[in-house]
């Protein structure tokens, strides 16, 4: 009778049973046994002291680095949002740096034949704008981050490889042309529609001439966010209008999307100002980048020397309806970019309250009153 | 040799995978009537009656197969029945319904999918579970249905498995086999058809049972006869009452009334018979067995329903926010964006589709990954639990066992312990220890058992009239029920239902009186290798009434003997007046007897007339059969045989302790743990016992509660430090609504209730009194069957693996070998489990708020939007990758103290309840994580303001801002774990570090995928710009730190102008530690590397043993005073502050220097505890 019995199940497979012996005896492992070795930490006064004593002289250590670092940075900025009334004087809002060594009046405007009109600034340097000089506008009031706003785009459009593609590009998906044909436009959506505009020019008032002071916008863009935006693939023999030809501008647009050029060859969708208007700001209040000095430029080379420019200003974008208002910026960057003390500023700021907060700690830890004796015979009371 | 026949043959301990564990079996056996009524409400398909053919294939209608099935799923059902599951749970629903509002067009504001992926990869997880535990209960069933048995075919013995047994099948069982369905049995190996089987896999009674066949088939005890054998049997259709069963056996037109006598159960096993056959009735699903399994009732612990009180909370805060921004949208659309030619027509959106968009923007705040990480978390705690090497129990090999995971942290949240007696304080080996014959004592307490020549030769000398030494013998050996079995050695194996009456029996074998044999109308017993027949004409059973026993038994001398056994107060009334002398001096011995915990039974004797009793017998038989019994005049005839009897003397009987009972005891009542016995034995005992396990010390007042009229006699006022005995009868009454102000200012008041007399359901009502009363949590510990109804009463369920089957360990939801391993069960792994269950809880509220109220803060400049202030993608995986793994490590890894430093101060115990999950606490986690949510955007929206963060004059767009905004966020979060955890272990700084890197390397391979998998458009080179920008180091530098400064402060502060008694306990350990570094080299032993128990292994005690007697004289204070000053001055009575320096066992033996360092494992309790007592 005692024969093996369907051999496919071996004792192995017993569920943990009663036997006698110790197989049950669990193994004596330290993370079995919640024995692992670590380390307890207790904060008690005299750490606390220890580790807001380390952090208050890194706190001053780096705040006075960083200041020294932000305070090497220049800005100066431009509120030309009413330089069309003629009344308007530069009524500038923003924070001003005044020993930045660097003024600007209005000067007027000038209206052409076409009616497009230009703004014109006067600005005087007392110091050199050392070393390559940046040039931004500015705007505020300017929902960029606005939830459908920012989502009115096609990514995969941008690509050039399918331009047809304009899904949630709503409500700028197509668009009828003057014979009533319907086309899907590039580029589709919201964004691409408020591209701005306005464009600038800065002149040198040298010996009674104006030198135009040379731009690039090389280096201004991060790599990585360039290869977002590729233009549609041509034949030599054709151009880039050909490759945009079933296509439409978006409705706001005065010009087609091929034409659009920086005359630093960013055509269509590689241009300068279309890609850095296409990343969307986080914040209503923004500034984009727009050019930086050609230091290439033997006048200018060390930067913008001292003397008197004028600022041409193309004014084409309304902000009015909506109440922003528009700026210009002179500036030139330090290692952590914008002038902005925020930084040096807290971090000298949260070293003092630490250190207001070290001499309460000091005087609890010295005051008999608050000996570890009598703390304890608090607590007992509550035990 | 089969492991399938092997098991059953020679094992005696029960194969529980016959009854796999995760069936919980609640039998009703003790609950007889209440199993009835509700078998007879149940709603089932009803089968009223069925006709078998014996032995033939043919049978009239096709009945349910003998092969079980235990699981869940098949294929098929798998995905209707797991949704369906799941879906039970709101928080599923929940992200159901998340999930599908995220596919309505232009709604969400994080994409179609960001919802559903990660709740998919949690339902995997869940579905890979499920999946798993049913493959477990499959092959347990495979096992099971694959044991093989004899069955009848073609005349020969064909070994079948059990699954493919039949109804009408005629089956061979052998000795020690289990009966693989409900067969009414045939015939046996035995005179008269007699079987004798064991049931303590149905009712966990050990003892044996007589089942007898019917006289009609008991005559086919061969395989042809049994062929020829014409049979059918008509009975009752399956039900799930086992003490009941009708039918007609029907053989050769021979009619047999079947009853319950007749029918083997399913899970029963045979013994002391070498065959049985049977007849097939119930097969598989019908069987009683399974009929009466039943699931425990699904507990759910107090964090976790707390826990769903703030999911709802959370909800309606999250329904409030997004009506609020929904509002906000629509002012913002009015007045701000109407005029914003830029946007459009898309601005004009309605309120109705906002307040949706806010939804799902906020809807993390009900964190999608809380129950899988709690359900991880629980399941590797139940795994230390299972793996605690110090609550392995050597002698039985076995290993606690968690059989429920989900009440981990309730263990950590009792406040009150209902324990069983017998069996779980003690031992249930009982030993017969002492006796007084005729006014002498015999036996001592050291020996373990009772070791006495003189009683012996005193029997031999025993000239006397009245041959009394030779009666006291005598009646310990007839006078009781027991069943001998002889083993295969030769020796006697004596099973009953009363462990007293064994020890008896054992202790007369012991003295030359064997009992040897007992049939239906004798029993044998060898006198000093003579031997002689007792007929037995009646047996006068024990009830709780009459509280003693009789045997009417007569010689082939044909001498009338009355022997009765009782308890004192019963029979000393009934002996004759005449001895006096010999009583008085018992009484003595009584008295002793029970000081030390014994229990104390009185015999005496009668002899009978023959006329007298010829007369007696026949009223008495008409008293019993009479229809309806005359239960009056029974009990008068019963008083009339046992009065003027000649008394011979007493027995003691040691019950003893088990192993630290009354350390553990001890230990709990430092917990402030109230700790209630509730036995169904009787009083007397019952207190005997709580002395000796120091529930019930000598000082405090004990007030009984006898009668329902004794509830009015004590007045709450006046109590203070007492204890209560309550009786079973009055439990009721108790109970009752009109005594609520009694339970409440009394009963719950008591240091230690007592319950004694009660039955299994009067002991669950008790637990659902307390548990109605005082809103406690209240665990229940017991071994037997009659604790199961306790134990699933109670909010936490904790059975011993014991002598009385496990019965009440597979309704449990914890399983231990000893009761002492129910201290470190709760003061080492329900407070360390509590405490790391409530912070994983906090943490993950925590986290989420943190991280989703900053797209509050952030809609008030993007004019309520909607806008994500980060990537889709990331919100999505902030649960599930970037900081699912320090909850997780802060619940597996966390350690508050020292496991042995809890076991050292039980007091700590509740001082980790008061870090409860209460809504104070709650409340400051919430604002904290307000508090960090506010800090993380508003520093980073200063930070990058400008959104010119590079020298080279680059602009950073939304996603720079909000990335950095989110790094800041993984960051805080994970160190905020570091700075939560109170013990830092490289695994815990592997995972927080680790955690922080996984973003980074994501945020790198995800700012470049674009265009190459069309999924993060907008972070393409977002990664690289961040990290090329000084001001976001600076910012990763500043505003994590600055974050936590407030947490560290706080925290600073609490632990060292508020220290919380751990925080004092931890200086303690630091300061032990710093102290064992510098003065003491201890040799540690194999034994005691993992053992930290200060009770069971006192050895490695920090204080040596000098320090502990200055310590014990109070002449010196230990250098570090902070913890005894603690006690001090919580007004603990002098004792106890001796107990709290040095090892808690506070007694006589450690006065003895010698016992204290070399015995005290082995130190027998009971008698130390009594000789404090005396």
């Not at chain 2, 070994?159 to 052998?174: A, F, Q, R, T």
């Not at chain 2, 329903?305 to 659309?333: Q, S």
């Not at chain 2, 601005?347 to 991880?376: D, H, R």
């Not at chain 2, 017998?617 to 009056?632: G, I, L, R």
Request: aromatic letters at 12%.
């Amino acid at each position: 009778m005692r024969r093996i019995f369907n051999r496919n199940l071996d004792s192995e497979d017993l569920p943990n049973i009663r036997r006698r012996g110790k197989k049950n005896r669990p193994k004596d492992k330290p993370y079995l046994q919640q024995k692992l070795v670590g380390y307890r930490p207790l904060l008690t006064l005299r750490v606390g002291l220890v580790v807001i004593a380390i952090l208050e002289i890194f706190l001053v250590a780096s705040g006075c680095f960083l200041f020294l670092l932000v305070n090497a940075a220049k800005e100066h900025t431009i509120d030309y949002t009413n330089c069309t009334q003629l009344n308007d004087t530069n009524n500038n809002n923003y924070l001003e740096f005044p020993n930045d060594g660097i003024t600007s009046s209005f000067e007027g405007i000038e209206t052409s034949g076409n009616g497009n009109i230009k703004c014109i600034y006067k600005i005087n340097l007392t110091t050199t704008y050392d070393g390559s000089v940046k040039f931004y506008y500015g705007m505020n009031n300017f929902y960029q981050n606005m939830r459908l706003y920012v989502r009115s785009r096609n990514d995969e459009q941008l690509q050039g490889k399918k331009l047809s593609m304009v899904d949630d590009c709503q409500p700028f998906k197509h668009r009828n042309n003057t014979k009533n044909r319907r086309f899907p436009i590039a580029p589709c959506g919201a964004v691409a529609n408020s591209f701005f505009n306005d464009t600038f020019a800065l002149k040198y008032y040298y010996n009674g001439t104006e030198i135009p002071v040379p731009w690039t916008t090389n280096g201004l863009i991060d790599e990585g966010v360039k290869t977002k935006y590729k233009n549609p693939q041509y034949s030599l023999k054709s151009n880039l209008c050909e490759a945009f030809a079933n296509t439409i501008r978006p409705p706001a647009w005065p010009q087609d999307i091929c034409t659009l050029d920086d005359n630093e060859g960013g055509l269509g969708f590689e241009n300068f100002d279309f890609m850095v208007w296409m990343q969307t700001a986080a914040l209503p209040d923004f500034r984009k980048i727009y050019r930086q000095l050609d230091i290439r430029n033997e006048t200018f080379r060390d930067g913008l020397p001292p003397g008197t420019y004028i600022l041409y200003i193309n004014f084409n974008y309304p902000v009015k309806e909506f109440n922003g208002n528009k700026r210009f910026i002179i500036a030139i960057e330090s290692k952590m970019g914008t002038k902005n003390y925020f930084l040096p500023t807290i971090y000298l700021s949260t070293a003092v309250a630490l250190f207001f907060a070290t001499i309460f700690l000091v005087v609890v830890e010295c005051c008999p009153c608050a000996g570890l004796n009598n703390k304890l015979r608090q607590v007992a009371k509550h035990f | 040799m089969s492991y399938r026949w092997q098991n059953i043959f020679w094992r005696n301990a029960l194969p529980d995978y016959i009854l796999p564990d995760f069936i919980r079996y609640r039998l009703l056996t003790t609950e007889s009537t209440s199993s009835t009524t509700s078998a007879s409400t149940m709603p089932q398909h009803r089968e009223v009656s069925r006709h078998i053919k014996v032995n033939t294939e043919l049978q009239t209608r096709k009945f349910c197969s003998n092969e079980i099935s235990t699981c869940k799923y098949n294929a098929i059902s798998f995905l209707p029945r797991f949704l369906l599951e799941q879906f039970r749970r709101y928080s599923n629903i929940f992200f159901l319904v998340i999930a599908l509002l995220q596919q309505i067009p232009d709604v969400s504001p994080t994409g179609r999918y960001t919802t559903a992926v990660p709740f998919l990869m949690i339902m995997a997880i869940s579905a890979i579970k499920e999946i798993f535990e049913d493959l477990k209960r499959r092959r347990m069933d495979y096992i099971v249905n694959n044991y093989l048995t004899l069955v009848l075919k073609d005349k020969e013995w064909k070994e079948k498995e059990w699954k493919n047994i039949k109804v009408g099948d005629i089956i061979k069982i052998i000795d020690g086999h289990v009966f693989p369905a409900d067969i009414v049995l045939l015939t046996s190996s035995e005179h008269h058809g007699l079987a004798y089987i064991e049931t303590s896999n149905l009712d966990g009674e050990t003892n044996l049972k007589i089942r007898q066949a019917p006289k009609v088939s008991v005559e086919y005890n061969t395989k042809e006869k049994l062929e020829d054998m014409q049979a059918e049997i008509e009975c009752e259709g399956p039900n799930k009452n086992i003490s009941n069963f009708a039918g007609t056996l029907l053989i050769h037109n021979n009619k047999y009334a079947l009853k319950a006598n007749e029918l083997l159960l399913r899970g029963a096993r045979l013994k002391n018979t070498a065959w049985v056959y049977g007849a097939v009735v119930y097969t598989g699903h019908d069987a009683k067995l399974l009929r009466n399994s039943k699931t425990a009732p699904l507990k759910r612990s107090t964090i976790d329903m707390l826990t769903n009180n703030r999911i709802i909370f959370l909800f309606f805060v999250l329904v409030a926010l997004a009506l609020v921004c929904g509002g906000g949208a629509k002012i913002y659309d009015i007045f701000y964006l109407n005029d914003a030619w830029y946007l459009g027509k898309i601005a004009e959106t309605n309120f109705a589709w906002n307040v949706l968009t806010f939804f799902i923007l906020y809807n993390n705040l009900i964190p999608i990954s809380l129950q899988v990480t709690l359900e991880l978390v629980r399941f590797f705690q139940a795994g230390y639990i299972n793996q605690d090497i110090q609550m392995y129990d050597e002698e039985s090999d076995t290993a606690a066992n968690a059989r429920t995971s989900n009440l981990n942290e309730e263990l950590g949240q009792v406040q009150y312990i209902m324990t069983d007696k017998t069996g779980t304080l003690t031992r249930n080996i009982m030993k017969f220890k002492k006796c007084s014959v005729q006014g002498i004592n015999y036996g001592n307490d050291e020996d373990d058992s009772f070791r006495d020549g003189k009683l012996v030769e005193d029997f031999k000398n025993d000239n006397s009239d009245n041959k009394l030494v030779t009666h006291f013998l005598t009646l310990m050996a007839v006078c009781h029920t027991i069943v001998p079995e002889e083993k295969e050695d030769g020796k006697v194996e004596y099973h009953g239902s009363s462990p007293d009456e064994s020890a008896l029996v054992r202790g007369a074998s012991r003295l030359g009186f064997i009992f040897e044999t007992r049939a239906p109308d004798h029993v044998v017993i060898k006198k000093h290798g003579e031997e002689i027949k007792y007929y037995i004409d009646h047996t006068i059973d024990f009830d709780s009434d009459r509280k003693r026993m009789s045997v009417i038994c007569h010689t082939d001398e044909g001498k009338y003997i009355v022997y009765t056994k009782g308890a004192d107060n019963v029979i000393l009334k009934r002996v004759k007046k005449d001895q006096v002398e010999a009583v008085k001096k018992s009484e003595q011995h009584l008295s002793d007897y029970a000081e030390k915990g014994y229990r104390t039974l009185c015999l005496c004797y009668r002899t009978l007339d023959a006329d007298f009793y010829k007369e007696w017998s026949e009223k008495y038989s008409k008293a019993t059969t009479a229809v309806p019994k005359d239960e009056k005049a029974v009990a008068e005839l019963e008083n009339e045989i046992e009065t003027d009897m000649i008394f011979l003397g007493a027995t003691a009987i040691e019950d003893k302790l088990q192993d630290y009972v009354p350390e553990t005891i001890m230990a709990m009542k430092k917990a402030d743990i109230k700790v209630w016995m509730l036995t169904g034995d009787k009083k007397e005992t019952a207190i005997n016992i709580a002395q000796s396990s120091a529930l019930i010390d000598s000082k405090t007042q004990l007030h009984i509660i006898q009668h329902k009229n004794d509830i009015y006699k004590i007045k709450p006022s006046q109590l203070n430090n007492f204890t209560l005995a309550i009786s079973g009868n009055v439990v009721k009454d108790v109970i009752s609504a009109e005594h609520k102000t009694f339970v409440n200012d009394v009963v719950l008041k008591a240091t230690t209730v007592v319950c004694y007399r009660m039955t299994p359901s009067q002991k669950a009502e008790i637990v659902e009194m307390v548990q109605k009363a005082s809103n406690d949590v209240v665990l229940s510990v017991g071994d037997g069957a009659n604790d199961v109804a306790m134990i699933q009463a109670a909010n936490v369920g904790v059975g011993i693996t014991g002598q009385e089957g496990l019965q009440a360990a597979s309704s449990s939801d914890y399983s231990i070998a000893q009761f002492h391993f129910l201290r470190r069960l709760l003061l080492v792994h329900g407070a360390f489990n509590h405490d790391r269950t409530v912070k994983v809880i906090l943490y993950s509220f925590y986290k989420n708020i943190c991280l989703y109220i900053i797209e509050l803060w952030f809609a008030f400049f993007s004019a309520f939007s909607g806008q994500t202030i980060f990537d889709r993608w990331t919100i999505a995986l902030f649960n599930v990758v970037f900081t699912a793994f320090p909850p997780v490590m802060l619940g597996l890894f966390d350690r508050p103290v020292k496991a042995r430093t809890m076991l050292e101060y039980p007091q700590l115990y509740r001082k980790f309840q008061e870090r409860a999950f209460s809504n104070r606490i709650f409340a400051l986690w919430i604002a904290l994580s307000l508090w960090h949510s506010l800090l993380l955007f508003f520093l980073t929206y200063l930070i990058m303001e400008n959104s010119i963060l590079w020298e080279s004059g680059e602009v950073g767009g939304w996603l720079m801002l909000g990335c950095s905004a989110y790094t800041y966020v993984v960051v805080t979060v994970c160190l905020k774990a570091l700075l939560e955890a109170d013990t830092w272990t490289a695994i815990l700084l592997v995972f927080c570090f680790g955690s922080i890197l996984s973003w980074f390397i994501f945020m790198i391979i995800y700012s470049e995928v674009w265009p190459w998998i069309s999924i993060g458009a907008d972070m393409k080179g977002v990664a690289g710009m961040m990290m090329s920008s000084g001001t976001f180091w600076a910012g990763l530098i500043f505003v994590p730190t600055v974050t936590l400064l407030i947490d560290f402060i706080i925290k600073g502060v609490q632990t060292s102008l508020f220290p919380s008694p751990r925080d004092l306990m931890v200086m303690k350990e630091k300061e032990d530690a710093k102290k064992k570094n510098v003065h003491t080299i201890r040799v540690r032993g194999d034994s005691d590397e993992y053992n930290d128990d200060p009770i069971t292994n006192p050895t490695t005690t920090e204080t040596t043993a000098s320090e502990r007697d200055q310590l014990r004289n109070n002449k010196i204070k230990p250098e570090y005073g902070s913890v005894s000053q603690l006690f001090n001055s919580n007004g603990l009575e002098n004792e106890d502050r001796a107990l709290i320096n040095s090892p808690p066992v506070e007694n006589g033996a450690y006065a003895n220097p010698v016992m204290e360092d070399v015995e005290l494992g082995t130190v027998d309790h009971s008698a130390r505890f009594n000789k404090r007592n005396t």
